[in-house]
């Protein structure tokens, strides 16, 4: 089973790396860029069967060690 | 309009920093991770209507600057 956590900064979070690339695309000349967010996407490989243990259990990590709760939030999806 | 790119690498290319929490997980008590892998998700707000425009776009941009296309592979998901 494989889970995927999504993590994000918070909005009103100041995200100087998407600044950043939202800048470098301007001057390579793509336009029409309104704002650019930066996250990341962990993939976790699971030995656990039951989907819904397994939720609770990447819940847990996202919680305790992969986001940091005070500037950012993240979202996790379960796939098979 | 929004696009969201994942970048992560491609399969074989050593991730250390998904090493890293793999192990930290370990180390917090948690069992049963096969595997662990660590990518970036960039997620874009376009002035783009055309959907099927913005997704080349969106395609240019990555293969230029947000993926490293040696050691990256990316995909791309168009969201109202």
Redesign the interface.
Known sequence: MKAIV?V?LKQGVLDPQ?KA?HH??GS?G?E?????????????????KDEQKAAQ?VQ??SE???ANTVIEDFDIEIVQ
């Open positions: 999504n994000y998407g690339v470098a695309l390579l793509f029409g860029i309104k704002n650019v967010r930066i996250g990341k996407q962990i993939v976790l490989e699971l030995e656990a259990e847990a990590m305790t060690l992969l």
